[in-house]
């Protein structure tokens, strides 16, 4: 028969078809292109078209000291902000996974954060932390506690914007953490009472076993979003005061927008590309020790 | 495969027949895209666009963006080579030579500029082209609040010394004595008038000079002024930061550009009365007196436009001499003469903006930055010496090291560029 022609014989392929040009054309052209752009000097202040220079826009990030500051600082935010969010996160679902009245309105309570815009959080957060006018110096000069300069002092910018990533983003680990609790089997927990065990043992040497896999998964999708961010720390200090909050993602963004040195933007941005990838794969691995 | 062939060519066909039907729909009527900024000359002219529209019957497709964002967008369009825009305010000193280099304002040759001072249509030059309509000046003033100098039994200062015993007097009961920008990039505009003043200057003849022993005094004297007196957290404040601090009353002296004073007394914004709020020049130092006096906005056209004759069309009307009076009777200091010189607005505006307007305008100096392609990256380089200078109050040991070291860095951007030694 004519009809059982060309796409009945390939349907697999073409079925797939609009999705595969769709992650061709949307994710893997991009960062092809960013590729291709690190290996140039294409710079627009210099008005001259751009030339292929190997990886000369590599060694100029890798001998700028802001570039190595901005790598520690990415790490420095990350694990101070991820580590926090995972413990705390953690506690608050195995509370959370009792019964007790006003749980669902206390669910509802931790959604709030996670679905504020990050601009309008920064901007209270500010308001919140201004040395002069600000609530949080307000409070701590009524206690008699020795006032902060929060985002303005490079020594407490960086803890200052940790707070609100992890004032945002704990009740995404409580929630997942939730799930996984919600999943497990309750026979374990029996035997272990059969046996004698005491809560803190039961805590320790069953629900923690079990529910690290699912915790690990919150704290890759936490990481990898963490060493990204940039919406906070812009809208908060846009890297300052001085360099101090500057983090990976914010040099590439002022080297590409604001010096419009886009080559070296590039060669950044690839190097930011490894290390989320250098980290998954590392976080990744390690869950597989706790899978079954 | 004939199946598909098929297929596939009428859906070919059907695609220009969209386009077709979308080029019909323009030619009826003529549409241009115009960029401003959040400015209140921007919010001016938004407001005023529907009565363009109805006398020339040319739409107008609107948007407004921060400064930075503005540069930002208007930046990578034209480097994409995918813009529609016609019309956009810029800004001279930030993004002007950039812009003139790559080729993405369109040369204002049918443009009339008797009614603009000469140096403010210089900033817009380059191998006599102009490329840029000066639209608005801005020059560094000094808000400060009369109660608090009537009460300390002071007056206001007109040099450094002055300004630094009124300062250090005024600092108290919870109230910073002068203020300023901090945050590094962005107060390199509000720290050249300081150089200025002490004989020194970011740039002369296309080459960096900030590490000069002029330059260094101003730098000193800054960091003194701010470090000792200034609000807390001002290492890192910006005219966002500095205003509602002001407004809270917690500032007595304030320089910053002449654009603000409508903001500072809003009602709505402030329990200080207007009448409390002074506006002084800025004092003059022990080798100069010449604070800033700057094109800050321009309006421009694109070299791409596809409607250059509505484009310009809008451009003329955007900067006419109507609406140049509509803005100075908002306080908004225009560039053209013709405007300072109208009656009403002479009436109706505040007298200090007059009077140190008047006194920039003969005394100034026309820039605020460093004036070249890659001053976004020379204003981060200045940044790290005024943080400097302001984290230790002015007694930095290596801030002659230091300026040497940044000055030299902003000369390479310039040789990268091909701007050194005034190219």
């Given at each position: 028969m004519i009809k059982s022609g060309f796409f009945e014989r390939n349907l697999k392929y073409l079925f797939p078809l609009p999705a595969l040009i769709f992650v061709l054309l949307l994710m893997v052209f991009p960062v092809l292109y960013t590729l291709f752009i690190?290996?140039?000097n294409w710079s627009l202040t210099s008005g001259r078209p751009m030339e292929i220079v190997g990886f000369a826009s590599y060694l100029k990030v890798l001998k700028d000291p802001r570039f190595r500051d901005a790598i520690g600082r990415t790490f420095y935010f990350t694990i101070g902000a991820v580590v926090v969010e995972a413990v705390l996160g953690t506690v608050i679902a195995l509370i959370l996974n009792r019964e007790f009245r006003g749980k669902n309105g206390l669910k509802l309570l931790l959604l709030l954060p996670l679905v504020a815009t990050p601009v309008a959080v920064g901007i209270v957060f500010n308001l919140f932390y201004d040395p002069t006018i600000g609530f949080l110096n307000y409070v701590l000069s009524a206690l008699g506690l020795p006032q902060s300069g929060w985002v303005t002092a490079s020594k407490t910018v960086l803890p200052s914007l940790m707070l609100v990533d992890i004032w945002q983003w704990t009740p995404m680990i409580s929630l997942i953490v939730l799930a996984g609790l919600a999943g497990l089997s309750s026979e374990p927990y029996e035997s272990a009472?059969?046996?004698?065990?005491?809560?803190?043992?039961?805590?320790?040497?069953?629900?923690?076993?079990?529910?690290?896999?699912?915790i690990l998964t919150a704290i890759i999708l936490r990481a990898v979003d963490a060493l990204k961010t940039y919406d906070i720390?812009?809208?908060?200090?846009?890297?300052?005061?001085g360099y101090s909050s500057e983090t990976l993602n914010l040099l590439a963004y002022k080297v590409s927008f604001e010096y419009f040195s886009?080559?070296?933007?590039?060669?950044?941005?690839?190097?930011?590309?490894?290390?989320?990838?250098?980290?998954?794969?590392?976080?990744?691995s390690a869950r597989k020790k706790f899978e079954l | 495969m004939k199946r598909v062939l098929v297929v596939l060519l009428i859906i070919t066909l059907s695609f220009s027949l969209f386009a077709q039907g979308a080029s019909d729909k323009g030619a009826k009527k003529e549409e241009i895209r115009v960029l401003l900024a959040n400015h209140p000359y921007g919010e001016l002219l938004k407001a005023k666009i529907p009565e363009f529209e109805a006398k020339t019957g040319i739409k107008v497709n609107v948007e407004s963006l921060q400064e930075a964002q503005l540069t930002q967008k208007l930046t990578t369009e034209f480097a994409t080579g995918s813009s529609t825009v016609d019309v956009f305010m810029t800004r001279p000193l930030q993004e002007g030579l950039l812009f003139i280099k790559n080729g993405?304002?369109?040369g204002l040759g049918a443009y009339d500029f008797a009614d603009y001072p000469d140096n403010s249509v210089d900033v817009g030059r380059k191998d006599g082209v102009v490329y840029i309509v000066p639209l608005i000046t801005e020059w560094q003033v000094m808000y400060y609040r009369k109660d608090l100098f009537a009460k300390a039994g002071i007056k206001v200062p007109t040099d450094f010394v002055e300004l630094e015993a009124a300062a250090k007097a005024l600092t108290k009961d919870g109230v910073a004595g002068f203020g300023s920008r901090g945050q590094g990039a962005a107060a390199v505009t509000q720290l050249s008038s300081f150089l200025y003043n002490h004989g020194g200057n970011y740039l002369e003849n296309g080459v960096a000079v900030f590490d000069s022993p002029g330059s260094i005094d101003g730098l000193r004297y800054y960091g003194r002024l701010l470090g000792n007196y200034g609000p807390q957290g001002v290492g890192s404040m910006s005219w966002e930061n500095l205003m509602p601090v002001f407004q809270a009353g917690k500032l007595a002296m304030w320089t910053d550009a002449s654009v603000f004073l409508d903001q500072v007394v809003d009602p709505t914004k402030t329990a200080i009365p207007a009448?409390?709020?002074?506006?002084?020049?800025l004092p003059r130092g022990p080798?100069?007196?010449s604070p800033f006096i700057v094109v800050s906005w321009g309006m421009g056209m694109s070299s791409k436009s596809k409607n250059p004759d509505a484009a310009m069309e809008f451009l003329k009307w955007a900067t006419s001499e109507e609406l140049a009076v509509d803005a100075m009777l908002k306080n908004i200091p225009m560039a053209r003469d013709s405007a300072w010189k109208n009656a009403k607005v002479r009436e109706m505006m505040h007298p200090g903006i007059i009077a140190t307007q008047a006194h920039a305008a003969q005394n100034g100096y026309p820039y605020d930055r460093p004036f070249m392609s890659a001053v976004g990256q020379a204003r981060d380089l200045i940044g790290e010496v005024i943080q400097e200078t302001i984290n230790t109050k002015g007694t930095s040991t290596r801030l002659e090291a230091l300026a040497k070291e940044k000055a030299a860095a902003v000369n390479e951007l310039l040789k990268a560029d091909g701007e050194y030694g005034g190219k």
């Amino acid at each position: 028969m004519i009809k059982s022609g060309f796409f009945e014989r390939n349907l697999k392929y073409l079925f797939p078809l609009p999705a595969l040009i769709f992650v061709l054309l949307l994710m893997v052209f991009p960062v092809l292109y960013t590729l291709f752009i690190s290996f140039t000097n294409w710079s627009l202040t210099s008005g001259r078209p751009m030339e292929i220079v190997g990886f000369a826009s590599y060694l100029k990030v890798l001998k700028d000291p802001r570039f190595r500051d901005a790598i520690g600082r990415t790490f420095y935010f990350t694990i101070g902000a991820v580590v926090v969010e995972a413990v705390l996160g953690t506690v608050i679902a195995l509370i959370l996974n009792r019964e007790f009245r006003g749980k669902n309105g206390l669910k509802l309570l931790l959604l709030l954060p996670l679905v504020a815009t990050p601009v309008a959080v920064g901007i209270v957060f500010n308001l919140f932390y201004d040395p002069t006018i600000g609530f949080l110096n307000y409070v701590l000069s009524a206690l008699g506690l020795p006032q902060s300069g929060w985002v303005t002092a490079s020594k407490t910018v960086l803890p200052s914007l940790m707070l609100v990533d992890i004032w945002q983003w704990t009740p995404m680990i409580s929630l997942i953490v939730l799930a996984g609790l919600a999943g497990l089997s309750s026979e374990p927990y029996e035997s272990a009472k059969v046996d004698g065990a005491s809560s803190v043992q039961i805590f320790f040497n069953i629900t923690l076993p079990m529910i690290m896999p699912t915790i690990l998964t919150a704290i890759i999708l936490r990481a990898v979003d963490a060493l990204k961010t940039y919406d906070i720390i812009y809208a908060m200090t846009q890297g300052g005061p001085g360099y101090s909050s500057e983090t990976l993602n914010l040099l590439a963004y002022k080297v590409s927008f604001e010096y419009f040195s886009m080559g070296q933007a590039s060669a950044i941005l690839v190097f930011l590309f490894i290390i989320v990838l250098v980290f998954s794969l590392g976080v990744m691995s390690a869950r597989k020790k706790f899978e079954l | 495969m004939k199946r598909v062939l098929v297929v596939l060519l009428i859906i070919t066909l059907s695609f220009s027949l969209f386009a077709q039907g979308a080029s019909d729909k323009g030619a009826k009527k003529e549409e241009i895209r115009v960029l401003l900024a959040n400015h209140p000359y921007g919010e001016l002219l938004k407001a005023k666009i529907p009565e363009f529209e109805a006398k020339t019957g040319i739409k107008v497709n609107v948007e407004s963006l921060q400064e930075a964002q503005l540069t930002q967008k208007l930046t990578t369009e034209f480097a994409t080579g995918s813009s529609t825009v016609d019309v956009f305010m810029t800004r001279p000193l930030q993004e002007g030579l950039l812009f003139i280099k790559n080729g993405y304002y369109q040369g204002l040759g049918a443009y009339d500029f008797a009614d603009y001072p000469d140096n403010s249509v210089d900033v817009g030059r380059k191998d006599g082209v102009v490329y840029i309509v000066p639209l608005i000046t801005e020059w560094q003033v000094m808000y400060y609040r009369k109660d608090l100098f009537a009460k300390a039994g002071i007056k206001v200062p007109t040099d450094f010394v002055e300004l630094e015993a009124a300062a250090k007097a005024l600092t108290k009961d919870g109230v910073a004595g002068f203020g300023s920008r901090g945050q590094g990039a962005a107060a390199v505009t509000q720290l050249s008038s300081f150089l200025y003043n002490h004989g020194g200057n970011y740039l002369e003849n296309g080459v960096a000079v900030f590490d000069s022993p002029g330059s260094i005094d101003g730098l000193r004297y800054y960091g003194r002024l701010l470090g000792n007196y200034g609000p807390q957290g001002v290492g890192s404040m910006s005219w966002e930061n500095l205003m509602p601090v002001f407004q809270a009353g917690k500032l007595a002296m304030w320089t910053d550009a002449s654009v603000f004073l409508d903001q500072v007394v809003d009602p709505t914004k402030t329990a200080i009365p207007a009448e409390d709020v002074g506006v002084a020049q800025l004092p003059r130092g022990p080798k100069g007196d010449s604070p800033f006096i700057v094109v800050s906005w321009g309006m421009g056209m694109s070299s791409k436009s596809k409607n250059p004759d509505a484009a310009m069309e809008f451009l003329k009307w955007a900067t006419s001499e109507e609406l140049a009076v509509d803005a100075m009777l908002k306080n908004i200091p225009m560039a053209r003469d013709s405007a300072w010189k109208n009656a009403k607005v002479r009436e109706m505006m505040h007298p200090g903006i007059i009077a140190t307007q008047a006194h920039a305008a003969q005394n100034g100096y026309p820039y605020d930055r460093p004036f070249m392609s890659a001053v976004g990256q020379a204003r981060d380089l200045i940044g790290e010496v005024i943080q400097e200078t302001i984290n230790t109050k002015g007694t930095s040991t290596r801030l002659e090291a230091l300026a040497k070291e940044k000055a030299a860095a902003v000369n390479e951007l310039l040789k990268a560029d091909g701007e050194y030694g005034g190219k």
